[in-house]
């Protein structure tokens, strides 16, 4: 099927759009075996004409055009035209940038692509910036899986607690401190209120040295009343 650029994406039929788009997602799939079997040419040659027609039907600035640039300045890494590579890698970096923000994956995988071109460049200044800039919002996105796993075992916590497994629920809930302890440390509201859920589902278990040892912990901001509980049967 031939592309006729002059069309806009406003001229085309949804079906249209379809076709188009699996006649580029088909030239990705050529280019990427071409760059394994190392004919970086015709990969580039499949590239451009896929993002041609991404550009057409989805247009510049949009996630699935940001990966054929990202892609084609890859093979220009690779075969050492950095000047090439650096204008693909840098737009695509540009649209993942205005889309989701710097704190993403996507975002972090251009800036370490562009971090290891200008390593090649010998640019070692340019290079540290950008590996640098890989590594914080790696750390912030394992940083926040391991909140939101933190959140997961503090609900399955409750829901133990509430069918009476309290042996299961402390182990949810202190899965779920020593994620927290680390993330916010100990005195954060949300690792106090891991520490007096302890505490009283220790003293409910009747287990009161271990009530104690997290009352005391969680004592940083208000004291808990351990004695005042009522344990229900």
């Known amino acids: 099927m031939s592309i006729h650029r002059g069309n806009s994406s406003e001229n085309l039929s949804s079906v249209e759009k379809k076709v188009l788009l699996q006649e580029a997602n088909s030239l990705n799939n050529r280019g990427v075996k ?15 004409k896929a993002i041609k027609i991404k550009e057409r039907v989805l247009g510049e600035v949009n996630l699935n055009t940001a990966t054929s640039y990202n892609n084609l300045g890859l093979v220009y890494k690779r075969k050492g035209d950095n000047t090439k590579a650096l204008a693909y890698i840098s737009q695509a970096l540009k649209i993942r940038e205005s889309i989701l923000g710097r704190a993403d994956t996507q975002t972090a995988e251009s800036y370490n692509n ?8 010998g640019d070692t200044d340019k290079a540290i910036d950008f590996t640098q800039k890989t590594i914080d919002i790696k750390e912030d996105i394992i940083r926040k899986e391991q909140i939101g796993t933190a959140v997961s075992y503090n609900n399955l916590a409750v829901l133990f607690e509430e069918d009476g497994e309290y042996s299961k629920a402390i182990k949810s809930y202190l899965k779920a401190l020593q994620i927290n302890e680390v993330a916010w440390g100990k005195n954060h509201k949300v690792t106090q209120q891991n520490y007096k859920n302890i505490a009283i589902l220790y003293y409910t278990m009747g287990k009161y040295k271990e009530a104690q040892r997290y009352a005391k912990l969680a004592q940083q901001d208000t004291e808990i009343e351990l004695e005042d509980i009522t344990v229900t049967k």
Do not use: H, P, V
């Open 34 to 48: 071409a760059y394994q079997k190392g004919d970086y040419d015709s990969s580039i040659g499949f590239y451009i």
């Open 114 to 121: 562009l971090g290891t071109l200008y390593a090649n460049m």
